[in-house]
């Protein structure tokens, strides 16, 4: 039965400090935006959060589960779990605070489950929570049981536990939001970026935050779990991973964040310095999108049903031709230096993958046929036409981030030679990973196709926010959901649905491996490549364990400096 946590429930203690006190400098090439763990879908932020707050259960090196606001883990065997999967029983430890010194309760967890389904608080996702019936409370608040509407196998890793690189299992502290309506929480103290108002209830706080240049937190006097070796970080906002790189090896920065494979012969010169590459799934994975509406179309943002198909990409052919036409396996051996793989599935490196699945080839002269299929005939300055419409379309990705856009520039010519016409249409992180209500390029689809690097929990995935018709971001849903595609196919949703409540392992599996064959036949967006979650760590930074379950952040308090 997989109704239970998938991975080990440990006992991990955190190992006395060998030195205390102390500040750490972390780069980082991006400025986290909105500290709101049910909002933010930026990996700085995440990183940044998991030292102001902590999740309920917490994955840790192995994969070994640890409670941090629980007194124990919930599984079957101890009857936090019922067998038929539908109730969860947990307990709170008592007297734990808020870094205000608020109590935490299991009030904040009911807080947390209508805020998240409220439409008017602009949830990113509300994966788990959503399958939630009811959220009973005893003994003194400390008890919550929790009814599921029906059995929801990811349940535990989306809303109870999270990983170093996720927010699964966070919290929102009731007592802060009093009197405020939802719509109001991220632009609050909480949530707002430049404030240091964050309440969590993990081992640092934030003291101070100068917009551009840096986040400075502290202990956090009132954390429950061990104290933290460092008496603070500095997160350093940084232009560029060559200005990072350079502070690393001058010793202004203690560690360097987010590099890419393509960084790695650099980071090998220098010296007295780590590099922490860690593979399987702890990187994610760098795939192109393609929007399957028109962009240009306003219901394409309000209700994507009504909304007229992308004019080039409506044609299966042509997104077919655009990955036979693009050389992958060039681009991981030349531009990454040979240090990724190219990509299939959402579900690469992982025990759910289908091996059967190949990745598409590099083969131009497919890409020439199928265009000529249906009926794509070279036009004037070797751009293929077809009544009247260039084969001509804009590609968006983070601007500023060389790996990607010598990536794009590879793209142009290769698309060239077989017809296609492709432009660079870049934005600033900050405006296309915005949310929806703050009109950002991806939430809205107002994109052609867009390039940048998603990941699954690496606890148990729920592949339903990538390909669910309902995870389609539009005013219809309040903009929940990662389906940019807007790809619908009813067979994958009822497969998706299935496989949520499926309590047998092997037939999971079996219809998960289903669901990526439909997805890789139906091509609504083609993998890169899987990255490598790649950071770099000066000469006087120790303590720093790796996890390719946990990622890098799971456990910021036992980080000390020699």
Same mark, same amino acid.
């Given at each position: 039965?997989?109704?239970?946590?998938?991975?080990?429930?440990?006992?991990?203690?955190?190992?006395?400090?060998?030195?205390?006190?102390?500040?750490?400098?972390?780069?980082?090439?991006?400025?986290?935006?909105?500290?709101?763990?049910?909002?933010?879908?930026?990996?700085?932020?995440?990183?940044?959060?998991?030292?102001?707050?902590?999740?309920?259960?917490?994955?840790?090196?192995?994969?070994?589960?640890?409670?941090?606001?629980?007194?124990?883990?919930?599984?079957?065997?101890?009857?936090?779990?019922?067998?038929?999967?539908?109730?969860?029983?947990?307990?709170?430890?008592?007297?734990?605070?808020?870094?205000?010194?608020?109590?935490?309760?299991?009030?904040?967890?009911?807080?947390?489950?209508?805020?998240?389904?409220?439409?008017?608080?602009?949830?990113?996702?509300?994966?788990?929570?959503?399958?939630?019936?009811?959220?009973?409370?005893? +003994?003194?608040?400390?008890?919550?049981?929790?009814?599921?509407?029906?059995?929801?196998?990811?349940?535990?890793?989306?809303?109870?536990?999270?990983?170093?690189?996720?927010?699964?299992?966070?919290?929102?502290?009731?007592?802060?939001?009093?009197?405020?309506?939802?719509? +109001?929480?991220?632009?609050?103290?909480?949530?707002?970026?430049?404030?240091?108002?964050?309440?969590?209830?993990?081992?640092?706080?934030?003291?101070?935050?100068?917009?551009?240049?840096?986040?400075?937190?502290?202990?956090?006097?009132?954390?429950?779990?061990?104290?933290?070796?460092?008496?603070?970080?500095?997160?350093?906002?940084?232009?560029?991973?060559?200005?990072?790189?350079?502070?690393?090896?001058?010793?202004?920065?203690?560690?360097?964040?987010?590099?890419?494979?393509?960084?790695?012969?650099?980071?090998?010169?220098?010296?007295?310095?780590?590099?922490?590459?860690?593979?399987?799934?702890?990187?994610?994975?760098?795939?192109?999108?393609?929007?399957?509406?028109?962009?240009?179309?306003?219901?394409?943002?309000?209700?994507?049903?009504?909304?007229?198909?992308?004019?080039?990409?409506?044609?299966?052919?042509?997104?077919?031709?655009?990955?036979?036409?693009?050389?992958?396996?060039?681009?991981?051996?030349?531009?990454?230096?040979?240090?990724?793989?190219?990509?299939?599935?959402?579900?690469?490196?992982?025990? $759910?993958?289908?091996?059967?699945?190949?990745?598409?080839?590099?083969?131009?002269?497919?890409?020439?046929?199928?265009?000529?299929?249906?009926?794509?005939?070279?036009?004037?300055?070797?751009?293929?036409?077809?009544?009247?419409?260039?084969?001509?379309?804009?590609?968006?990705?983070?601007?500023?981030?060389?790996?990607?856009?010598?990536? @794009?520039?590879?793209?142009?010519?290769?698309?060239?030679?077989?017809?296609?016409?492709?432009?660079?249409?870049?934005?600033?992180?900050?405006?296309?990973?915005?949310?929806?209500?703050?009109?950002?390029?991806?939430?809205?689809?107002?994109? +052609?196709?867009?390039?940048?690097?998603?990941?699954?929990?690496?606890?148990?995935?729920?592949?339903?926010?990538?390909?669910?018709?309902?995870?389609?971001?539009?005013?219809?849903?309040?903009?929940?959901?990662?389906?940019?595609?807007?790809?619908?196919?009813?067979?994958?949703?009822?497969?998706?649905?299935? @496989?949520?409540?499926?309590?047998?392992?092997?037939?999971?599996?079996?219809?998960?491996?289903?669901?990526?064959?439909?997805?890789?036949?139906?091509?609504?967006?083609?993998?890169?490549?899987?990255?490598?979650?790649?950071?770099?760590?000066?000469?006087?930074?120790?303590?720093?364990?790796?996890?390719?379950?946990?990622?890098?952040? $799971?456990?910021?308090?036992?980080?000390?400096?020699?």
């Amino acid at each position: 039965s997989t109704s239970g946590p998938s991975a080990q429930v440990g006992t991990f203690k955190s190992p006395p400090c060998p030195k205390k006190g102390g500040t750490a400098v972390i780069g980082f090439v991006q400025e986290p935006d909105i500290l709101d763990p049910f909002v933010t879908g930026m990996t700085f932020t995440v990183w940044l959060l998991h030292t102001l707050d902590v999740p309920m259960i917490r994955a840790v090196k192995g994969g070994k589960l640890q409670p941090m606001l629980l007194t124990e883990v919930p599984t079957t065997q101890n009857g936090g779990i019922s067998k038929d999967g539908l109730t969860y029983t947990i307990h709170f430890k008592p007297n734990l605070k808020w870094s205000d010194g608020q109590p935490i309760t299991a009030r904040d967890l009911v807080f947390t489950w209508k805020t998240v389904m409220n439409p008017d608080y602009g949830a990113g996702s509300q994966l788990g929570w959503d399958h939630i019936k009811d959220i009973k409370l005893s +003994d003194n608040d400390l008890t919550a049981t929790i009814t599921l509407k029906a059995p929801y196998v990811p349940f535990f890793a989306y809303v109870l536990a999270g990983t170093g690189d996720t927010t699964g299992g966070m919290l929102l502290p009731e007592h802060f939001f009093k009197g405020m309506k939802p719509a +109001d929480y991220t632009k609050s103290k909480y949530g707002s970026a430049g404030s240091n108002g964050h309440v969590g209830s993990g081992p640092f706080k934030i003291v101070s935050w100068q917009k551009g240049t840096s986040i400075t937190v502290e202990r956090n006097p009132n954390y429950s779990g061990k104290a933290p070796c460092l008496d603070r970080m500095v997160f350093s906002v940084l232009a560029s991973s060559d200005q990072q790189t350079s502070q690393l090896q001058t010793g202004d920065i203690d560690m360097g964040t987010n590099y890419t494979e393509a960084d790695i012969p650099t980071l090998k010169g220098l010296r007295n310095v780590s590099i922490i590459a860690l593979s399987d799934i702890a990187g994610g994975i760098e795939r192109f999108m393609y929007n399957l509406n028109d962009p240009n179309d306003p219901e394409t943002r309000i209700n994507p049903k009504k909304a007229k198909p992308h004019p080039l990409f409506k044609d299966k052919n042509v997104r077919l031709a655009i990955a036979y036409a693009c050389n992958r396996f060039a681009y991981a051996a030349k531009v990454l230096h040979g240090g990724a793989t190219v990509a299939v599935t959402e579900l690469d490196r992982t025990k $759910w993958f289908n091996h059967n699945l190949k990745p598409y080839p590099y083969d131009p002269k497919k890409a020439a046929q199928l265009l000529d299929a249906s009926g794509w005939k070279m036009g004037s300055g070797g751009v293929r036409e077809k009544n009247g419409v260039k084969l001509s379309f804009n590609e968006s990705t983070t601007s500023g981030n060389p790996v990607r856009e010598t990536i @794009q520039r590879a793209m142009i010519t290769d698309l060239q030679k077989v017809g296609i016409q492709m432009n660079i249409k870049n934005y600033p992180p900050s405006k296309l990973f915005a949310t929806y209500s703050q009109g950002g390029i991806v939430s809205v689809r107002a994109f +052609d196709m867009a390039s940048y690097t998603t990941s699954i929990n690496p606890l148990d995935p729920d592949l339903t926010p990538f390909y669910a018709t309902s995870q389609i971001p539009s005013k219809t849903n309040g903009g929940v959901g990662g389906n940019i595609m807007g790809y619908s196919n009813p067979t994958v949703d009822k497969l998706l649905n299935e @496989q949520v409540a499926e309590l047998d392992s092997a037939k999971r599996t079996a219809e998960l491996q289903q669901i990526q064959k439909m997805v890789y036949d139906d091509i609504p967006l083609v993998y890169w490549y899987d990255r490598k979650a790649i950071n770099a760590i000066g000469p006087k930074l120790k303590g720093f364990i790796p996890d390719t379950v946990a990622g890098i952040w $799971w456990d910021p308090e036992d980080w000390y400096l020699t």
